[in-house]
């Protein structure tokens, strides 16, 4: 099983009370099978095998409560926002690991977190308000914003690259007026006054579709904090053979390529594009000899210990010879 899941994969995951009672497995035993480990109740009366939970990424683990949450609930059931509607529309969450499922108060007037449900009293328009799945969530412009305002910059700008990735972005190349126009929505959420606007506003700005995965998205940032605004984004490069390569960053003035080298593209079945994890390896050798070979200039790589803070990433680039511009 990926430890990045679909929709579909994390509903089929799931399994009732009845489902696990109906196996010959009684309720004492499955008291016990969930004191060791065995099963995880994810939500009241859902469970799931608990080697699969313990290999899954949080916004696996948060996908499964949202579901789990969803089907117990009365139609025509809880809107989602925040993280939770962030899973719903397939959207990272860097370094969140919430237990919490953020759903709107539609009926009552008070928030208040019971069972692992936290349900916020804010009011959102109802053309934010949409089926994900069959299940009410905010739109994505409306999850972005939510996100901007009260995750850290890394989960922000990660969450606000992959949406614009999601409406914009075609074979590494992003349509400036489809990312100009879902930006336009963001933006119009962001109304004076409101607490955290001026991040949302900057957020909008800085946001790029380009990005394949949150450690690129967080990469620029901390690139963007050291001082680099001359980069170059996914920077093609056509192989001695003909091969077409993507470079995730170019640094013109001193003729390197940047890779954010993320374990996943080695390990992870879903993202790597060999067989095995050896042979990804070879794969990547040889793709950065070839680059390196037709165009002269260097390959740099890093990894998520040294996306922790500009100060990591900067001290990695440094080793290199590599400086923003003074």
């Not at 509903?11 to 099963?39: H, K, N």
């Not at 930006?183 to 001026?198: D, N, S």
Request: glycine share 10%.
């Amino acid at each position: 099983m990926p430890r990045r899941l679909t929709f579909d994969q994390a509903d089929a995951l799931l399994r009732t009370r009845a489902d696990v009672l109906s196996t010959g497995i009684t309720e004492r035993q499955l008291r016990e099978l969930l004191s060791v480990g065995t099963f995880v109740r994810v939500h009241r009366g859902y469970y799931v095998d608990g080697a699969t939970w313990r290999d899954l990424w949080s916004e696996g683990q948060h996908l499964l409560r949202v579901i789990a949450h969803a089907r117990s609930s009365p139609r025509p059931g809880p809107v989602f926002m925040q993280l939770s509607a962030a899973v719903l529309w397939g959207l990272p969450i860097y370094r969140a690991e919430d237990a919490v499922v953020h759903t709107l108060i539609t009926g009552t007037r008070h928030t208040r977190s019971v069972s692992g449900i936290a349900r916020h009293d804010i009011e959102v328009a109802e053309e934010d308000i949409v089926v994900r799945h069959g299940f009410r969530c905010t739109s994505l412009a409306r999850t972005v914003f939510d996100l901007a305002r009260t995750m850290s910059m890394e989960a922000a700008v990660s969450a606000a690259d992959a949406a614009v990735r999601s409406v914009a972005v075609s074979n590494h190349r992003q349509d400036a007026d489809a990312a100009a126009g879902w930006k336009e929505q963001l933006l119009r959420l962001a109304k004076p006054g409101l607490r955290g606007v001026r991040r949302v506003r900057w957020t909008a700005d800085f946001a790029d579709g380009r990005a394949q995965l949150p450690g690129e998205s967080v990469s620029r940032l901390q690139l963007w904090r050291l001082g680099f605004r001359d980069l170059m984004l996914q920077v093609p490069v056509t192989g001695s053979e003909g091969d077409r390569y993507f470079l995730d960053f170019g640094f013109p003035r001193s003729r390197n390529f940047g890779e954010f080298d993320g374990e996943g593209k080695y390990l992870e079945s879903d993202l790597r594009t060999a067989p095995t994890p050896a042979e990804a390896v070879l794969a990547e050798k040889w793709r950065e000899d070839d680059i390196r070979g037709v165009t002269g200039w260097g390959v740099r790589r890093w990894g998520g210990a040294h996306i922790a803070s500009a100060d990591a990433l900067g001290a990695r680039l440094a080793a290199f010879g590599l400086a923003p511009p003074g």
